[in-house]
């Protein structure tokens, strides 16, 4: 058999795999953190109306975010039920599309350069972006971040490759893509899916000191109408059925307000952005930050079709993580379009790092003292927090040090160490999602205390919040939380509003109370309280009224 063709079907048990590792374990956790359950129950409850206008919880309008996602979820619960790995099931699809997307452009782009024959870049910007850690980690959870990655990962790739098109007839194809996707960005998460394709382009073009040709600015006049008609599908609607509460709520508060101002309590320095995406990277920064060091003016104005890349690739990379950086509210997932860009820029030096035309050897070096920080850090953690079984901490560990000894020493197998840190990569991930990772999203989950409580015979009753929102309850405790005129759940401030609450409803309700202030509940003379059980953070205790 030809070398060619084992490498081809080596690469495709690579793809299989990493197909393999992102659907997998999708619903071993609860949802946890703030968004994950909201989002879940706001496509629930548009699934069960059968309405795919109107975002709503528990009954209120939810206009924060467009409805991409919410539409993953809803095809998915028609096709598998209603679940946490059904939920989940989308952004892990995004994630795989962006891979491709990533191996699609460097393959295609660079299929006409010398530089493909050497190092095939394509291959190996691919496993960077599957094995980049921002992208597994926001690709197993429910959040728009990674449906817009997918979505620019697109409308970029086509723009890029339609630049170096080699009739008009292939270009417009190209160019249509791209304003398709355009159009389905603005349905990911608003705005920013416009101003990131568009804002990326113009840096491209700065940086190669060129200005477009006039068949892609005449494509404009085509191209603009077909990206509104996609958008259209939704806000046309919305805006009819809804009008000014929508375009206020939707554009001017969770737009401009968030981006100008810190009204989102997400306040972080300029540079926030700057840290976050080292570990985003990983394990790939040290690949990444050489990648930006080699960067030379020049050759990002040469002819050849990976100088195109390059300076694509730099632009893509830029524009979003300055964008991000003015704005007033910062969360790590806003920077996560920025990912396939520098998987592009580390998967071009790890393929001239493996083909052996990147000579210098501290790279590997960092990566493998990477791996290594890692083992230690994860036999601290397991002895002095005790939340991570120590035979999970030392396996682990063997495998972080093998990795990391392959790194140092092992500097002729080069392909086969590169193989080995995304495996080391994923093996890892899965090691900790038996481990302590179970254990700590049911400490930020209320779904396993909830289903005691309706085993115990409380199935029926109200459900209130007390001096702290669980948001796990928002989809666990769906159609009993009781919410407050504002939308939000109704919180108690103290034990007599919460027997209060209990004489109205005349019968038992559960109170999610943080476990320093049970004493509040219990300590009622006129209350008859349960304790159904706690997370380790909160506890849920059943209340009534005591019967004289």
């Known amino acids: 058999m030809q070398p060619f063709t084992l490498a081809k079907r080596g690469w495709l048990l690579v793809f299989l795999a990493v197909i393999t590792f992102y659907f997998y374990g999708l619903g071993a956790i609860p949802f946890v ?38 539409w993953m979820m809803i095809a998915s619960f028609r096709l598998f039920g209603i679940s946490e790995w059904s939920a989940r099931l989308g952004p892990a699809i995004s994630g795989l599309l962006t891979v491709v997307a990533v191996f699609w452009v460097a393959r295609r782009v ?33 959040g728009f971040d990674i449906v817009l990655t997918m979505t620019t990962a697109w409308a970029l ?36 899916g416009l101003v990131i394709p568009f804002g990326v382009f113009a840096t491209y073009q700065l940086l190669r000191r060129e200005f477009p040709s006039k ?16 958008a259209a599908v939704w806000y046309v609607p919305v805006i009819l059925r809804h009008g000014w509460p929508f375009i206020d709520q939707f554009f001017v508060q969770h737009h401009f307000a968030r981006y100008l101002s810190n009204k989102y309590h997400h306040p972080q320095p300029f540079y926030f952005y700057l840290l976050v995406i080292v570990p985003l990277s990983l394990p790939w920064v040290a690949f990444l930050l050489e990648g930006l060091a080699k960067t030379r003016m020049p050759k990002l104005r ?60 501290w790279v590997a070096r960092v990566t493998g003292g990477i791996f290594a920080l890692f083992a230690l850090a994860g036999f601290v953690y397991a002895i002095s927090s005790r939340n991570l079984p120590f035979w999970c901490a ?34 890892s991930i899965v090691i900790a999602m038996h481990c302590g990772l179970a254990k700590f999203a049911e400490r930020e989950s209320l779904r396993n205390v909830i289903q005691l409580a309706d085993i115990r015979g409380y199935g029926a009753a109200p459900v209130y919040v007390m001096h702290d929102v669980d948001r796990s309850l928002e989809f666990y405790a769906a159609g009993r939380l009781v919410y407050a005129a504002d939308g939000h759940p109704m919180k108690l401030e103290g034990g007599w509003e919460a027997l209060e609450a209990a004489r109205k409803a005349g019968n038992p309700v559960l109170i999610a109370v943080p476990l320093e202030y049970v004493y509040q509940l219990t300590g009622l003379e006129s209350g008859q309280t349960e304790i159904i059980g706690n997370n380790g953070r909160m506890a849920l205790v059943a209340l009534s009224e005591r019967r004289k």
Do not use: N
């Open 302 to 361: 040469g002819s050849d079709s990976h100088d195109h890349l390059r300076a694509f690739s730099l632009a893509w990379f830029l524009l979003p993580l300055v964008f991000f950086s003015f704005s007033g509210s910062k969360l790590p997932g806003y920077v996560l379009p920025v990912l396939p860009a520098g998987a592009l820029i580390a998967g071009d030096r790890l393929a001239s790092y493996v083909a052996g035309q990147a000579r210098t050897q």
């Open 215 to 230: 068949r892609l600015l005449w494509s404009f006049t085509w191209g603009l109408p077909l990206m509104l008609a996609v």
């Open 157 to 192: 790739s086509f723009l890029l490759a339609s630049t170096l098109a080699d009739s008009a007839k292939e270009q417009i194809k190209l160019l249509a893509g791209f304003y398709v996707f355009v159009g389905l960005s603005l349905l990911a998460k608003g705005l920013v």
């Open 33 to 70: 953190g703030p968004d994950e359950p909201r989002y879940a129950q706001v496509a629930r409850e548009m699934f069960l109306r059968g309405d795919l206008i109107t975002p709503t919880l528990a009954g209120h309008t939810w206009f924060e975010k467009p409805p991409l996602l919410y």
């Open 110 to 142: 660079c299929r006409s350069s010398q530089v493909e024959q050497a190092t095939s870049p394509g291959s190996w910007c691919g496993l960077v972006a599957a094995s980049t850690l921002g992208l597994i980690v926001l690709a197993r959870g429910l």
């Open 394 to 427: 030392a396996m682990m560990a063997v495998l972080l040090i093998a990795v990391a000894a392959a790194c140092f020493f092992w500097t002729t197998q080069r392909t086969i160490m590169a193989l080995l840190v995304a495996f080391a990569t994923f093996a």
